[in-house]
T-cell receptor, first 112, second 114 residues
Framework: SAVISQKPSRDICQRGTSLTIQCQVD?????MFWYRQQPGQSLTLIAT?????????ESGFVIDKFPISRPNLTFSTLTVSNMSPEDSSIYLC?????????FGPGTRLTVT | AQSVTQPDIHITVSEGASLELRCNYS??????LFWYVQSPGQGLQLLLK??????LVQGIKGFEAEFKRSQSSFNLRKPSVHWSDAAEYFC????????????FGAGTILRVKS
């Protein structure tokens, strides 16, 4: 299995600012994903992070709001841009290989 | 469209009692099925998975799940619940032709009473 770490683990940000979340996998994975878990809700896929190319976004999520990078097989970043209180959520990254998907501990974001 | 239904939002069981959490999916082909557990303030931990073969799969922490194609179900079971099992449980379906993407159910919160 893969071990996935995220930084920061939590943050409190002011509206209108941006936050970049980092995700590091301890071994090479074929796929990396970013999910959002709003308070009391399930996980919703934001996008697939593609190595060396633009991420593939799910319906309702756009690159201008959630730019994603994946410069190599084990590292990805998600930026939450121009934040509003509605962006307060847990953001989780995951790595997938051999049809198994493993999750990081999440980043708990509060926007005030 | 693909969807996953967990009909029980909350379940309360007594410690030592058996447990069954329900999961139904909607998908045209045979999916890849997963159960994850999330403890408060924690990330998601993979309990077990089904890809093919034996429809009864064993996982960690004494959990098992059974895939029933005719019912489009993948219910999670445990014969004897421990207080430490209190957490939120998510059923997820993987669509490998869409690049390993997962669709999650709404989750079931398990409370264990002593």
């Amino acid at each position: 299995s893969a071990v996935i770490s995220q930084k920061p683990s939590r943050d409190i940000c002011q509206r209108g600012t941006s936050l970049t979340i980092q995700c590091q996998v301890d071994s090479q994975v074929t796929m990396m994903f970013w999910y959002r878990q709003q308070p009391g809700q399930s996980l919703t896929l934001i996008a697939t992070a593609n190595q060396g190319s633009e991420a593939t976004y799910e319906s309702g999520f756009v690159i201008d709001k959630f730019p994603i990078s994946r410069p190599n097989l084990t590292f990805s970043t998600l930026t939450v841009s121009n934040m509003s209180p509605e962006d307060s959520s847990i953001y989780l990254c995951s790595g997938a290989g051999n049809y198994e998907q493993y999750f990081g501990p999440g980043t708990r974001l509060t926007v005030t | 469209a693909q969807s996953v239904t967990q009909p029980d939002i909350h379940i309360t069981v007594s410690e030592g009692a058996s447990l069954e959490l329900r999961c139904n999916y909607s998908y045209g082909a045979t999916p890849y099925l997963f159960w994850y557990v999330q403890s408060p303030g924690q990330g998601l931990q993979l309990l077990l998975k089904y890809f093919s073969g034996d429809t009864l799969v064993q996982g960690i922490k004494g959990f098992e799940a059974e895939f029933k194609r005719s019912q489009s179900s993948f219910n999670l079971r445990k014969p004897s619940v421990h207080w430490s099992d209190a957490a939120e449980y998510f059923c997820a379906v993987g669509f490998m032709e869409y690049g390993n993407k997962l669709v999650f159910g709404a989750g079931t919160i398990l409370r264990v009473k002593s």
